[in-house]
């Protein structure tokens, strides 16, 4: 039968909450790096704009800033996407009075 169908492939391990959240933290902070570059863009464009009189120039050089921004928004909201569109493996017998009980005494640890 190995033969028709092949054997079964393992599954990939499942990530763990830990591993998830640095994920999550490295791309917080490349999206705060995107951010800042995308500030000092920003800036250079505006710089550009006082240096050009009013006309067909400006509007160029506004167009062009305003296009690079909705490419740079575009491919933040994909990347936001990815990250809530991931499931992460919950145990089913996890009663939610538990985890609060759990909560409620860690907090009284601080």
Do not use: C, H, W
């Not at 039968?1 to 830990?18: N, Q, Y």
């Not at 690079?68 to 809530?84: G, H, P, Q």
């Amino acid at each position: 039968m190995r033969r028709i169908f092949g054997a079964p492939k393992k599954d990939a391990p499942v990530a763990t909450i830990d591993e998830t959240t640095d994920k999550l933290v490295s791309r917080g902070d490349r999206v705060d790096e995107q951010i800042k570059k995308l500030d000092e863009q920003l800036m250079k464009y505006k710089e550009q704009i006082k240096k050009t009189r009013p006309g067909p120039a400006q509007d160029a050089i506004k167009r062009r800033a305003l296009q690079d921004d909705m490419f740079d928004m575009m491919d933040m909201s994909k990347e936001i996407n990815e990250a809530m569109s991931r499931s992460y493996e919950v145990p089913e017998d996890v009663d939610e009075s538990d985890l609060m009980a759990e909560l409620d005494g860690l907090e009284e640890e601080l």
